[in-house]
């Protein structure tokens, strides 16, 4: 049965002039009406709704007829049927209930178009506006893409160049990533990492080496040209940013402080060393000369007897002096060690009292950043534009919230870093005091070894008067 314009049923009157005068208008009024779509395909991203078009022309009241709307790929094919004035909602696929829907006031004017209501991945494919009674199906295409926003980091290379990385996740289909300048030309960037999720969604992430331009502005985009998706941040980069600089400068200047303590540590220990071995062998070459004579003389006057049974004093006073000598050097190297830690404790205190007053100021940035609220977003249809600036150290500040996460992090590391510094003093503090303890006790052993020494020579000598 077709509609006439007027919207009255077709259904023919009795009478043979009557049928005949109404089949002829029937069929006139039939061959006339079609569905009309758009050539182009509707176009949606996940989570939204979209609106597939389908008209009666010329447009006549179609709440009265049946209307369905399906997918010849699916099983149960219906996404939506509308028959004798009511949804068949059993006729549907399952992943269509509840999502689909026709607006009874816009049939009543020819329009039949479908609503469909959070669009899914697998919403992508083919659907078919079907009228049974004119026998007539029109196709709708429908594409469904994923978008989301981007985020811009930076580092230095091993090179010492600065390096932005420009990730988003969430794209369907697979998009493409371009960089461009300030000016809008194509940046050479390496190639694009991309990879699909378990929900079928791309992951995309692309790095580029930059060089200082003008405004040292850059720009990542994020495109799906056949979905006409876009999403693009922006960057700026400050000039000192491409200055050469060291990954940090406090544990550079950490470095070489330590490095010339131990060097101008060793040179005194190693002078010290040299003048208390030339101290050493001055003064024990006159007293071997003077013993060594003096036991000459001494020898004589002894009986052969009383030289079997006296112990050798040669030997005796070298291993003496020997194990004198090895105490000096023991002794000099713990006074050098310690020294050393005494010198090292002075330093980590210094470089302590720095990381204090940059941790007072870093707090007052911190307020300051809590109380700021601006942010920058400009939407434009499918194009999203971020502003982002960036710090010295490459950090994004987008907005506030950005920048007190990157504050804080920040302070959190110096309290880090003095809780060490903290524990290290008192390490070596510890060992200090070890170490101080060793120098007294070998002061100790020295002294006694010297009057064990000279009570030895004395017993030789009152030996060599007796007889």
């Known amino acids: 049965m077709c509609l006439l314009k007027d919207g009255s049923s077709s259904t023919p009157q009795r009478g043979s002039f009557s049928t005949l005068v109404f089949l002829l208008v029937l069929i006139h009024t039939c061959a006339d009406q079609s569905l009309l779509t758009p050539s182009q395909p509707a176009v949606a991203t996940v989570g939204e709704d979209i609106i597939l078009p389908c008209h009666l022309d010329p447009a006549v009241d179609a709440s009265d007829?049946?209307?369905?709307?399906?997918?010849?790929?699916l099983n149960p094919r219906f996404v939506y049927v509308w028959r004798d004035g009511l949804e068949l909602e059993s006729k549907k696929h399952p992943s269509y209930i509840g999502r689909t829907s026709v607006?009874?006031?816009?049939?009543?004017?020819?329009?039949?178009?479908?609503?469909?209501?959070?669009?899914?991945?697998?919403?992508?494919?083919?659907?078919?506006?079907?009228?049974?009674?004119?026998?007539?199906?029109?196709?709708?295409?429908?594409?469904?893409g994923a978008a989301s926003s981007l985020v811009i980091s930076s580092?230095?290379?091993?090179?010492?160049?600065?390096?932005?990385?420009?990730?988003?996740?969430?794209?369907?289909?697979?998009?493409?990533?371009?960089?461009?300048?300030?000016?809008?030309?194509?940046?050479?960037?390496?190639?694009?990492?991309?990879?699909?999720?378990?929900?079928g969604l791309y992951n995309v992430s692309s790095k580029v080496t930059v060089e200082k331009r003008d405004r040292n502005i850059f720009t990542c985009r994020v495109?799906?040209?056949?979905?006409?998706?876009?999403?693009?941040?922006?960057?700026?980069?400050?000039?000192?940013?491409?200055?050469?600089?060291?990954?940090?400068?406090?544990?550079?200047?950490?470095?070489?402080?330590?490095?010339?303590?131990?060097i101008t540590t060793a040179v005194a220990c190693w002078a010290l060393y040299r003048r208390q071995n030339q101290k050493w062998d001055r003064k024990h070459s006159l007293t071997n000369t003077k013993r060594?004579?003096?036991?000459?003389?001494?020898?004589?006057?002894?009986?052969?007897?009383?030289?079997?049974?006296?112990?050798?004093?040669?030997e005796s006073r070298t291993i003496g002096l020997l194990d004198e000598r090895r105490v000096s050097e023991e002794l000099d190297e713990k006074i050098c060690e310690h020294r050393f830690l005494v010198d090292t404790v002075v330093l980590l205190m210094n470089y302590r009292a720095d990381l204090v007053e940059q941790k007072i100021d870093m707090e007052k940035k911190l307020r300051e950043a809590e109380?700021?609220?601006?942010?920058?977003?400009?939407?434009?249809?499918?194009?999203?534009?971020?502003?982002?600036?960036?710090?010295?150290?490459?950090?994004?500040?987008?907005?506030?919230?950005?920048?007190?996460?990157?504050?804080?992090?920040?302070?959190?590391?110096?309290?880090?870093?003095?809780?060490?510094?903290?524990?290290?003093?008192?390490?070596?503090t510890k060992r200090k005091e070890s170490v101080y303890r060793q120098i007294n006790d070998i002061y100790s052993q020295r002294e006694d070894e010297k009057e064990k020494g000279n009570e030895t020579y004395a017993e030789l000598t009152l030996s060599s008067s007796d007889a």
């Open 155 to 199: 580092r230095r290379s091993e090179n010492n160049e600065v390096v932005l990385q420009c990730e988003s996740e969430g794209w369907y289909p697979e998009p493409e990533v371009l960089w461009l300048d300030s000016v809008g030309n194509l940046l050479s960037d390496g190639p694009t990492e991309t990879i699909r999720g378990p929900d």
């Open 371 to 428: 109380n700021q609220t601006q942010e920058e977003t400009l939407t434009d249809g499918g194009t999203q534009t971020e502003r982002t600036d960036m710090n010295s150290e490459g950090k994004n500040e987008t907005d506030p919230k950005t920048k007190v996460e990157s504050l804080k992090k920040e302070l959190q590391e110096k309290e880090t870093i003095l809780t060490l510094i903290l524990q290290e003093v008192d390490n070596l």
């Open 223 to 262: 495109q799906q040209k056949n979905l006409n998706l876009t999403r693009e941040t922006h960057v700026h980069v400050p000039e000192d940013f491409f200055k050469t600089q060291p990954s940090s400068v406090s544990t550079i200047i950490l470095s070489v402080m330590v490095a010339v303590m131990a």
């Open 292 to 314: 060594s004579s003096n036991d000459d003389t001494e020898l004589h006057a002894l009986t052969e007897e009383e030289r079997e049974t006296l112990p050798d004093s040669a």
């Open 65 to 73: 007829l049946t209307v369905e709307w399906r997918r010849p790929d």
């Open 103 to 144: 607006s009874i006031r816009n049939l009543k004017h020819g329009d039949v178009s479908l609503k469909l209501k959070g669009v899914q991945l697998f919403d992508e494919g083919t659907y078919g506006c079907f009228i049974p009674m004119l026998n007539r199906e029109v196709p709708v295409k429908l594409l469904v």
